[in-house]
Each structure stands twice: as C-alpha cells, then as structure tokens.
C-alpha cells in the first residue's frame, strides 16, 4: 500500500507563496506518477498539475502554470508543488495523488485529467486559503 500525507497549506494573502509537499511512504513508491489536484467550495475538483514516474516529464494547468512548480525525490518520496504569486481563487483544498498510470496515453497529465478513476491512492487534503 501506498500513504500520502500532504503538508504546507495555510492562509496567506494575495501575491503570496506557499509550498506544498506530499510524503509518500510505501514500497514501489517511484512506480507512481503524482499528481495535485485542488477543490474550493462549490467547485469541480480540478487537477493542477502532474508529474511522471522518474521526475522527468511535467505539466500544468493553465491556470497555475508559471506560479507553481511541481516536483519530486524519490530518494525521500517526496513531491513538491511551491507556489507563489497566490490568488484568491487559489482558495481550495488541494490533494496529492498517485497513479500506477492505468489509462496512460503518453501524457500523465492528460490521463489524470480524463480518467481521475485511474488514480489508486489520494491524501487526506490540505487546506490552502488565499486572502484579498
């Protein structure tokens, strides 16, 4: 089995930065690609951005690309996602995912996006709140 437990969420007022990180414990962990997704209230789950097994291949959703970086160590089962420059609409709770890549395509992004089914373990959340 696979855990996640996500870390690094807080309040933080506009224009600010936070760093989010997901600890992974379990065998086979860099078997996984990762993903962030991210609910805020009355809103579709909406997947923020992806990274494949190895580390080398990632993506973002255009509405954080260029504020967020995702990555990860797999020495430690670590991934990070820092972001900065925070909007309010950045308000949500944002989740860790792990996905043996059912469904997979070429593009782990794409495959989260399409096929959220295809993950096998999600964290428990971490609450990120962006004041005005």
């Known amino acids: 089995q696979v855990q996640l437990v996500e870390s690094g969420g807080g309040w933080v007022q506009a224009g600010g930065a936070l760093r989010l990180s997901c600890a992974a414990s379990?065998?086979?962990?860099?078997?996984?690609?990762m993903g962030w997704f991210r609910q805020a209230p009355g809103k579709q789950r909406e997947l923020g951005a992806a990274?494949?097994?190895?580390?080398?291949?990632?993506d973002y959703a255009d509405a954080v690309k260029g504020r967020v970086t995702i990555s990860r160590d797999n020495g430690k089962s670590t991934v990070s996602l820092p972001m900065n420059s925070l909007k309010p609409e950045d308000t949500a709770v944002y989740y860790c995912?792990?996905?043996?890549?059912?469904?997979?395509?070429?593009?782990?992004?794409?495959?989260?996006?399409?096929?959220?089914?295809?993950?096998?373990?999600w964290g428990q959340g971490t609450q990120v709140t962006v004041s005005s």
């Open positions: 379990g065998r086979s962990v860099s078997s996984y690609a």
């Open positions: 995912a792990a996905t043996r890549g059912a469904y997979y395509s070429g593009s782990y992004y794409r495959t989260l996006l399409t096929h959220p089914s295809a993950i096998d373990y």
């Open positions: 990274i494949s097994r190895s580390g080398d291949s990632t």
